[in-house]
C-alpha cells in the first residue's frame, strides 16, 4: 500500500517590486565574468550561437557558435558544463571576400554567410563544405541574409534590393528591387513575413508569396541599423542612440522606445532564449540588457569595452554571452554556476551522549563518522503527517477543514480547500455545521475573499456557503454580520474592477488618440514644401 500524499502548498510567488526585479538582474548580469577570449586578424563583425546543444569529442555538451572575421568564417565549440574553457575552432566555407553576416538554420546543420561581393555562401557546419553559392542576385555588397522557415534563404544588399534563394536549386525565386530609398542593412522573419531596414530609416514587412509591395512599414526616424525578432509577432530596430520594439499590428507607434540607449550609435542587438531580454552592444563600447516585459534597462554595464562592439550573442541556456569587437577580440563572458559543497557529518558525537555509548565494536579512535556504528541507525525516521492530513487520510473532510482553520494560515486553509474540491469533498466538509463551527470559515471567508491570491478559490466557497447556509439567515445575528460582510467585500472588489477596467479603456482611447495626433503632424510636416526666397 502506498504511503499517503500530504496535502500539496502553493504559496503565492513573493511581490516584488520594480526596484527588486532590476537589482536581481543587475546582480545576474553583474556575475557574467570573462572566460576567455579569441584574437582575430580582422573585426569581428558576426557571431551567431547553433540551435540546441551537440557532444563534443568527450561527449560533454557543447555549444556551437559561428565567428565572421575578414575571409574566415570559424565554428567553435564551447563547454556547457560549469566551466567555459578556451574554445576549439575550426574554419568552414571558402570565401573571396569580407564575410559580412552569419546564420544558422533551424536544425543547425548549416550555415548561411553573406560576403562583400554579393554572394551567399550555404555551408555545411559539421564538415565546413560549401554546398551552394548563390551569386546571381545582388550587385553589391551582401549585408545580411538568414534563413527562413521553409529553410530557403533571404538576403539583403547594398544595391536597395532583398532576395529570395531556393536553396535547393540555388535559384533566385522572388527579386525584390528598391525594397529601399538606401542601403538596405538588415533582414530577418517575424510572424511568417520577412522584415527588412534600411539607412532610408523604416522597416518595412514583406509577404514573399505575393506581390513586391511591402505590407507594412515602420518608421524609425533615423539610418536604420540592425533589425531582431523579439517573440511571435514582435520585432526590434536599432539606428542611432535609439531602439524600438515594434508590434507586426501596429504600425503608427512603437511598443516602446528606449531613448538615447547608448552614448554612440547601437551596432548589434541579441534576444535572449526566454525572448524576455534585448540584448544591445554600441560602438561606445557598452553591452547594456533590457526587459521586453515591462520595459525597463535592467543591466546598464553587462560588459565594458575599449573599442567599439560590433556584434553579441546569447546562448541558448542564457549562462553565455559573446561579444565582438572592431579590433578583432572575441570575448566570452559565462556565468559560473555556483558548487554546492557536500555537507556530511564529519564531527563525533560528544561525550556523555547515548550516541558515544553505543558507537560499537567497528569504532577506531581518530575515525570520522561514516565509521560509526549506531543502535538503530537503521530504522527509518517518518515525519508525522499535519493534522489536517491526518484528518484527510482518514476521509474526514470537516475535521481534516477545522484543523486547517486552527492554524491560521491561509496558505494551508486554501491549500485544503482546493484538496477537498480536487477530491469532490468539499461541500461535504462545509455542510451539517452549527454556530460554533461555521462562524470560523465565514470568518476565513470574510477576511481574504477580496485578496488576488486566494480568490479564486475563496469566491467558488463563498457562493456553496450562501447555497447551504442561506435558508438560515436571520436566525444567528453574527453569522448575519459576517454573511454581510462576505457580501460588502466582493461588491467592493467588483466595483473596484470596473472602475480599473473604465481607466483603463480611457487610458486606451488618451493613447490611440496621441497616436493620430503624431501621426497627422508627421504626415504634415512630410507635405509641407520648402519656400523659395527670391526677390
Known amino acids: 500500500m502506498s504511503a499517503f500524499k500530504r496535502t500539496r502548498l502553493t504559496p503565492a510567488p513573493p511581490s516584488t517590486t520594480l526596484q527588486q526585479a532590476e537589482a536581481s538582474e543587475a546582480r545576474y548580469w553583474s556575475r557574467v565574468k570573462a572566460a576567455f577570449s579569441v584574437d582575430f586578424a580582422s573585426p569581428v563583425v558576426a557571431c551567431a550561437f547553433g540551435p540546441g546543444l551537440v557532444r563534443g569529442a568527450d561527449g560533454a555538451p557543447t555549444h556551437r557558435l559561428a565567428v565572421c572575421a575578414g575571409l574566415d568564417v570559424k565554428v567553435l565549440s564551447i563547454r556547457a558544463g560549469r566551466a567555459v574553457e578556451s574554445a576549439k575552432s575550426r574554419s568552414v566555407g571558402k570565401l573571396k571576400d569580407v564575410a559580412q553576416s552569419v546564420s544558422w538554420r533551424r536544425d543547425g546543420r548549416l550555415l548561411c554567410v553573406g560576403d562583400g561581393k554579393g554572394s551567399v555562401h550555404v555551408v555545411d557546419a559539421q ?12 550587385e553589391l555588397l551582401c549585408r545580411d541574409a538568414c534563413f527562413l522557415r521553409s529553410n530557403d534563404v533571404v538576403s539583403c544588399s547594398d544595391d536597395k534590393s532583398i532576395v529570395a534563394w531556393d536553396s535547393v536549386t540555388g535559384q533566385p525565386v522572388k527579386r ?16 511568417g513575413l520577412v522584415a527588412s531596414c534600411g539607412y532610408d530609416g523604416l522597416a518595412k514587412l514583406w509577404d514573399l508569396r505575393t506581390g513586391g509591395s511591402a ?33 507586426t499590428s501596429n504600425d503608427r507607434a512603437p511598443v516602446h522606445r528606449f531613448r538615447d540607449a547608448h552614448a554612440r550609435s547601437v551596432g548589434a542587438l541579441c534576444v535572449d532564449a526566454d525572448e524576455d531580454r534585448l540584448v544591445t552592444a554600441g560602438l561606445d563600447g557598452l553591452v547594456k540588457v ?61 561525550g556523555g551522549t547515548f550516541r558515544h555509548f553505543n558507537r560499537g565494536q567497528g569504532f577506531a579512535p581518530g575515525s570520522s563518522i561514516k565509521n560509526l556504528v549506531v543502535v538503530g541507525s537503521n530504522k527509518t525516521e517518518h515525519k508525522r503527517l499535519a493534522p489536517h492530513d491526518e484528518a484527510l487520510r482518514k476521509f474526514r473532510y470537516g475535521d ?6 486552527r492554524t491560521r494560515d491561509p496558505i494551508i486553509v486554501v491549500s485544503v480547500l482546493d484538496e477537498l474540491e480536487r477530491r469532490g469533498g468539499r461541500r461535504n466538509a462545509l455542510q451539517r455545521r ?33 447555497d447551504l447556509y442561506g435558508d438560515a439567515l436571520g436566525a444567528h ?46 504626415r504634415a510636416r512630410e507635405e509641407v514644401a520648402p519656400v523659395d526666397d527670391e526677390g
Open 127 to 138: 564538415t565546413g563544405a560549401t554546398l551552394r553559392r548563390l551569386t546571381k542576385g545582388h
Open 176 to 191: 525584390i528591387k528598391d525594397a529601399h530609398e538606401d542601403v538596405v542593412k538588415s533582414i530577418c522573419e517575424v510572424d
Open 215 to 247: 505590407v507594412r512599414q515602420f518608421n524609425h526616424r533615423g539610418q536604420c541599423e540592425v533589425i531582431k525578432q523579439c517573440g511571435s509577432s514582435l520585432f526590434a530596430t536599432a539606428g542611432g542612440n535609439d531602439i524600438c520594439v515594434w508590434d
Open 290 to 350: 533590457h526587459s521586453l516585459r515591462d520595459h525597463t534597462t535592467v543591466a546598464r554595464a553587462a560588459a565594458r569595452y575599449a573599442h567599439e562592439c560590433l556584434c553579441v550573442a546569447v546562448a541558448p541556456e542564457n549562462r553565455v554571452l559573446v561579444v565582438g569587437t572592431a579590433r578583432g577580440l572575441l570575448d566570452v563572458r559565462a556565468r559560473e554556476e555556483k558548487k554546492h559543497k557536500d555537507r556530511k557529518k564529519t564531527l563525533q558525537p560528544p
Open 400 to 405: 481534516a477543514l477545522d484543523e486547517a482553520l
Open 434 to 466: 452549527d454556530e460554533k463551527r461555521l462562524e470560523p470559515v465565514l470568518a476565513f471567508v470574510a477576511a481574504h475573499v477580496a485578496h488576488p491570491r486566494y480568490a479564486e478559490s475563496l469566491t467558488g466557497v463563498a457562493a456553496q456557503l450562501a
Open 477 to 522: 445575528p453574527a453569522l448575519d454580520e459576517l454573511f454581510a460582510k462576505i457580501s460588502q467585500n466582493i461588491a467592493s472588489e467588483a466595483s473596484s474592477q470596473k472602475a480599473l477596467l473604465g481607466l483603463s479603456g480611457a487610458v486606451g482611447v488618451l493613447l490611440a488618440e496621441n497616436d493620430a495626433r503624431s501621426l497627422r503632424l508627421e
